[in-house]
């Protein structure tokens, strides 16, 4: 059958799923007085359209910055401002200053959903598809298979804004691995400017092209190409912040509301090395706040220096897509001041990757989900994350055959077991100790699931099973840590020429 | 490992695209439903809540029971699980009542019982040779597990349909595999759920009686009187009547037989729905309405003779045609018949074993669709899926299929008129039709092409027509003045497309048994 036809079903069934599920509840529905995301999402609109641009990122009787301020970098201000344009020719009461607090409604939780949408369809799915069709050595049922998947994963549906941030990140991503370095550059740059945790992902590109430069040669082509990267960078950051590099303090408070530093090492209940580790002993509590972030830094960098330098000395195109994902899973475990939702800065890399490894990625994404069940619970989304999170399992393993890929060589641990045999020679059964974590792993997570939704923490303990949820699965994403770790380490030339000849 | 993949079905691609569509049908469950679903809850609380003696009589609620009794008793037994659920929902004064646990359990129920018609459809899923995606029986378990028209009919709109059409495609089978009591009884079953499948009723019975009854045919394939055999006929009255008798037996004891009848056959509700299904009525309907407009205009007509309540205003009452004449039952009867006769006579001089049966039950089903009288819109379904097994096998056969499916789901849109649902029943609408047509022509690539130039325009044309009745109709003056004119426009397209479907399909089987004829000599 043509490809493009069942490409476009695939992206149908995608657009179906999302619709469907944007039917449910919305995060903080008839919750006042806070509200949730949503209701942040349409203040934004609200500061954006009624006040000049200088007032966005301040504190006034117009703009109370406690109700949802404004903590994300101009571009998403712009967007906000657009849909605010389309909703006042819709509805004006929808953004009017002051009065519209709260405004809760049928068409208007439509507007909202159709604006994700669109942007989704505009920006996101694109980007997938042609990834997908970029894909090299896989044949083109694999591809439009693997298009389902990712546009199946579950998180990224769930969770109801749009993803416009991933979405030109993938765009980067893209533009790099096709070497178009300058588009995906700047992809990636109008990414970090939508939404600062973009930042995650910041390093691996610098490396990546920074390696590339390098191997280009330093005195010619390389350099050149260094220019070019900075001036690109440079550009569209200053084209995003112009209205606020006028005055120094306009600058000073937009990077003070994007990187709240005062906020601590941690709010609520995340998979996090920090919140795991404050269930034993109450690091927040204990350290002053300096040591917190000194701490949070540099184990941050340390876990994350190995694979950066590996890929600025080896720069390739799965070394990049590997780094992605390590890099950001050392963020989202031992920075400060993470949030739930930032898995899905670490499950975008490991979509890119779901063709070379299924049966991880697939075990990784089903993690990441469950993950965010708490979250899902408060929004009453429990249902759809069911039911989206086994079609996506199913796809998977009706699409790649995860568990039949379960081999040292498909795991690319090939090279890891051929290193370890040297001085353990009875290391023979990774695979199987890997099977059996996964079985372990599911059975966790099912068994919480159940436990979560049926039955009443005690009374002394009332976030006991936020907190075993975090628990666990903070110990499943540090495996993955160092699963992927080994995997950018042992990665040489001569393991893929194996590969290709077998 | 190896007991997770066989239990996951490693390469089970029916099991895939059976959970697949069960999940999605989850996922529909907060969306908008109709006055169906009050419907099945005022027949669960009156199975439930009061005696036999007062099923057909029980009249608090406007909808009233007016399935036959073993859908009465599918009620019941529902209402035993779902007094677990919400025990209010059981009872029968609480009107238009619908908790979350109501919806729920409603919702699920419609999605279980899908699971009959997962089974009923479920034929030897064996391991796969070349390219899957081409197989016949893999485009026909999509077709017909993901059509359109039931999904949105079933599991928003909210109807029983599933189960009923697994039931429906089994007794096919049945007849397929020359099994032909067990075909015989469960479409008696059938007939005592829902007794619009009378309209095939004809079709099943002149081929039993044709096909089985006279056990041999002449070498040239005419009727052998001599083999006529007693027992068989005798076997297959007993069924029917042993059907009928424990349906409607406890009515009968209790004297209430015209009063159930009363109830399955409401003739004072008038020709058209209130959405007029696109069938020939509608082309009349559009017609008399045309001609009395320019007779207004031309001065032909007295303005004072034509009456007030107009068809259009979508109200469910009898009324006249102002210059074509007047339509009544028994008129729409009389049609219905004459359809219907070619393609009995063709099944009964001509018999082509099962697959002429087929054609003939969709021939038959669409006859009524296109004469009956007070149609619904939904009920081209049960033309559409007894077709969706012919559209694997032959190339012409798959062009009418393509050309009747795609305007008989459009004909459904009215039916989801709430703005959340638009983007979903125009992406399913989307996904099935573009699934079906690719794939179709992928099957029958090596013949000619499947449509000609009219009809690609033709079904090119629903787009415009959709943006044109959704998008940009509300927006304009005419909303207030006209309201009908979407719904008029719709049905009147669609009724042309489903007519020259019906024809083209009888042109076909004509054909064909005059070849037959002439093959034989």
Not at chain 1, 8 to 23: E, H, K, N, P, Y
Not at chain 1, 449 to 456: A, F, S
Not at chain 2, 165 to 189: D, T
Not at chain 2, 272 to 285: E, K
């Amino acid at each position: 059958m043509e490809k493009w036809y069942l490409m476009t079903v695939v992206v149908l069934i995608g657009l179906t799923v999302r619709w469907t599920v944007s039917l449910n509840s919305y995060s903080g529905a008839g919750k006042p007085p806070m509200f949730g995301d949503y209701e942040a999402q349409r203040h934004w609109q609200e500061i954006t359209f009624n006040l000049p641009v200088k007032q966005w990122y301040f504190n006034s009787s117009d703009n109370n910055l406690q109700y949802w301020g404004l903590d994300y970098p101009p571009l998403t201000a712009y967007h906000s401002l657009l849909c605010a344009y389309v909703a006042k020719f819709i509805n004006p009461d929808w953004i009017a200053l002051h009065t519209s607090r709260g405004y809760e409604s049928q068409a208007h939780k439509l507007f909202m959903r159709t604006t994700v949408l669109i942007a989704d369809l505009l920006i996101y799915i694109p980007a997938v598809v042609l990834y997908c069709c970029c894909l090299k050595e896989i044949s083109t049922k694999k591809k439009i298979a693997n298009a389902l998947c990712i546009l199946l994963y579950p998180g990224l549906i769930l969770i109801d804004y749009g993803h416009f941030h991933l979405g030109f990140a993938l765009w980067g991503v893209l533009g790099i691995s096709c070497d178009c370095d300058l588009l995906g550059s700047l992809a990636f740059c109008l990414a970090i400017n939508y939404k600062q945790m973009e930042l995650y992902h910041a390093l691996p590109f610098f490396c990546f092209l920074l390696g590339k430069c390098f191997k280009k040669g330093l005195k010619g082509k390389g350099f050149v190409l260094l220019v070019k990267l900075a001036c690109i960078v440079v550009a569209s950051f200053v084209l995003c912040w112009l209205p606020f590099f006028t005055e120094r303090e306009q600058t000073l408070q937009v990077l003070r509301r994007l990187f709240p530093v005062d906020r601590g090492l941690f709010e609520d209940k995340v998979a996090n090395i920090w919140c795991s580790f404050n269930v034993f002993l109450k690091i927040k509590d204990i350290l002053p706040r300096h040591i917190q972030l000194i701490m949070s830094f540099c184990s941050t960098f340390l876990s994350l220096l190995p694979a950066c330098i590996k890929l600025i000395l080896q720069p390739s195109s799965k070394g990049f897509k590997f780094t992605l994902v390590s890099c950001a899973l050392s963020f989202f475990l031992f920075s400060f001041q993470v949030h739930e939702k930032s898995i899905l800065l670490v499950s975008l890399p490991v979509c890119l990757v779901l063709s070379e490894i299924p049966f991880m990625s697939t075990w990784f994404l089903l993690v990441s989900t469950f993950s965010m069940l708490p979250l899902l619970l408060k929004d009453e989304l429990l249902m759809p994350s069911v039911v989206t999170t086994m079609a996506f399992f199913i796809a998977c393993v009706t699409s790649f055959s995860i568990f039949e890929k379960t081999s040292e060589e498909e795991l690319q641990l090939k090279s890891f077991s051929i290193s370890v045999r040297k001085y353990l020679p009875c290391f023979t059964f990774l695979s199987r100790i890997i099977q059996y974590l996964f079985l372990i792993s599911v059975i966790t997570m099912v068994l919480l699931t159940l436990m979560t939704v049926t039955l009443d923490p005690p009374q002394k303990l009332p976030d006991l099973f936020s907190v075993l949820v975090c628990f666990v699965s903070c110990l499943n994403f540090l495996f993955f840590l160092v699963y992927f770790n080994i995997i950018i380490m042992w990665d040489s030339k001569s393991g893929r020429n194996q590969k290709k000849i077998s | 490992m190896a007991a997770l993949t066989i239990a996951t079905g490693t390469g089970n691609w029916f099991s895939a695209l059976a959970l697949g569509v069960t999940l999605l049908k989850c996922l529909l469950i907060p969306t908008y439903h109709s006055t169906d679903f009050e419907v099945h809850r005022n027949w669960l609380a009156i199975t439930h809540s009061l005696p036999i003696s007062q099923w057909y009589y029980e009249a608090t609620s406007e909808w009233t029971l007016d399935y036959p009794p073993f859908f009465a008793w599918f009620e019941y037994i529902l209402s035993h699980v779902a007094k677990y659920f919400d025990q209010e929902m059981l009872n029968v004064h609480n009107l238009n009542y619908s908790s979350s646990r109501t919806l729920l359990f409603q919702r699920f129920s419609v999605i279980f019982m899908d699971v009959l018609f997962v089974c009923c459809k479920c034929i030897d899923g064996k391991k796969v040779g070349k390219e899957l995606t081409e197989k016949p029986k893999f485009i026909l378990s999509v077709l017909l597990l993901w059509n359109f028209g039931l999904l949105i009919v079933d599991h928003i709109h909210f109807q029983y349909n599933g189960f009923l059409f697994g039931l429906m495609l089994l007794s096919i089978a049945r007849l397929f595999q020359k099994r032909h009591m067990e075909g015989a009884f469960l479409f008696a079953v059938l007939l005592h759920f829902k007794h619009i499948y009378l309209y095939v009723a004809p079709a099943y019975g002149v081929y039993l009686l044709r096909s089985y009854c006279f056990t041999a045919n002449k070498p040239d394939g005419s009727i052998r009187w001599k083999s006529f055999s007693f027992v068989r006929v005798i076997s297959l009255g007993l069924v029917v009547f042993l059907v009928s008798a424990l349906s409607l037996g406890p009515f009968l004891a209790l004297n209430q037989l015209p009063q159930v009848f009363s109830r399955l056959f409401p003739f004072k509700r008038g020709l058209c729905h209130a959405y007029w299904a696109p069938n020939f009525w509608a082309l009349y309907n559009a017609l008399d309405k045309v001609l009395s407009v320019i007779g207004l205009k031309l001065k032909f007509l007295d303005p004072n003779n034509i009456p007030k309540a107009s068809m259009t205003s979508g109200l469910v009452q009898q009324f006249q045609h102002t210059v074509l004449p007047s339509v009544t039952p028994l008129a729409t009867l009389i049609c219905t018949l004459i359809a219907i006769l070619p393609s009995i006579f063709c099944l009964w001089f001509k018999p082509q074993g099962p697959r002429g049966f087929l054609r003939c039950l969709t021939l038959c089903a669409l006859s009524s669709f296109m004469f009956g009288w007070h149609v619904h819109e939904k009920a081209i379904l049960l033309a559409i899926l007894p077709m969706s097994l012919l559209s694997v096998g032959k190339a012409g056969d798959a062009s009418i299929f393509l050309i009747l499916t795609t305007t008989g789901h459009y004909s459904l849109f009215p039916l989801l008129f709430t703005a959340p649902e638009l983007p979903i029943k125009i992406l399913l609408m989307l996904l099935f039709t573009i699934y079906s047509i690719s794939s179709l022509k992928t099957l029958f690539r090596k013949e000619k092409p499947l449509f000609n130039w009219m009809e690609t325009f033709y079904l090119l044309g629903l787009g415009p027509l959709e943006v044109c009745c959704e998008f940009v109709f509300p927006f304009t003056s005419w909303k207030v003045k006209y309201p009908f004119i979407p719904l008029l426009l719709t049905s009147v397209y669609c009724a042309v497309g489903i007519t020259y479907a019906w024809f083209k399909l009888y042109v076909s089987v004509l054909i064909d048994s005059a070849i037959g004829k002439t093959k034989k000599q």
